[in-house]
């Protein structure tokens, strides 16, 4: 079946969605944990918010997202205002966002958030310029704060290149991940993950993952253009993300040894790799990757809608199972996103659906 690029786009952000939501429940827990409190069945389906260490979150009920689907909605409804990347419209939307909820927020994210709400509020005069990185700080900021909510950006860049808007589509989108960190972390390894992140998206579009070897060729492709940038960020050091990707290609295919070599933690440098070895392990198999991602708990809400998103760019609305596509009204929103983001950057003699 011919996989509109409007179809990609939705699915990506359709993908986030359900993948945050089916994690959302045992965010934190361990996978014994999750196994233990679901009578040895593990997650199949979406639940109740069942852990107990985020009060804020253990409130939520089936189908409720977290933090993961609230920066992703924030960063497409910004592309689609400016028709691109605007880097104060995107601070102010941060900003706004805090007053809604900071339910799931990291610590990373919170702080560079009021940087910039006390910049906006005093004229320029306190706080932090947007176009600034914030203040670095040991063992600080490698979180996945910007590798969660990275995947509109390639989706934008795509749909532009499809109604021949711009000539370097690569060009831009390294600039566009570059901007979008350096509203909330200063740490290299958020920046060089969540681009890998965007680099694979915009590959499963152009060339769809079946194979292993299709994933092998895709995790040359993340490698090669991470080298290709290295010199041209603020970001430095690329090493640590290279090593990973490195490591990955003798995982794929055997989920216990993705698991095992990138524990899904919390930090980029482990969870990303993780969700892209699920994914590339997985391709075609929505179910059991999203389920794989979030029975090995920790931050599964994440990993899982990384994983997600990136199951929908390569497969389409209909990679997912429909009793999840249909699972709630608001549902819908991820589609209708994914329209509004395609017909901004689109040409309308060039749509295809």
Known sequence: MSITMKDHLQGSLLGVRIGDALGMPVETMSPAEILAATDGKGVTGFL?????????????????????????????????????YNQADMARRHVAEKDVNMIGWGKTTRSATMELATYFASGGQYGRDPNNLPEAKPDFGGGNGVGMKVFSL??????????????????????????????THSHSDAFFTAYALAVAFDACVRDAVYTSSDAQRLLQKIDFELAKVENASRYRDVSATRKQIGRLMYCIGNPGKVTENFPPYGLAIQSVPFALGIFLTYPGDARKALLTCVNAGYDCDTTAAMCGSLLGANGGVEAFPAEWRNFRPDFQEP???????????????QQTS
């Open 48 to 84: 109740d918010a069942i852990q107990t260490k985020y009060p804020d979150q253990a409130m939520l009920k089936k189908g409720d997202p977290t933090d993961d689907w609230q920066f992703n909605r924030i960063v497409a409804k910004s592309l689609i205002a400016c028709r691109g």
């Open 154 to 183: 390639p989706s934008a860049i795509l749909a532009a290149e499809y109604g021949a808007q711009y000539r370097y589509p690569e060009y831009t989108l390294f600039r566009w991940v570059e901007q979008l960190t350096m509203l």
């Open 335 to 349: 589609l209708e996103l994914g329209e509004r983001l395609y017909q901004a950057f689109a040409r309308t003699s």
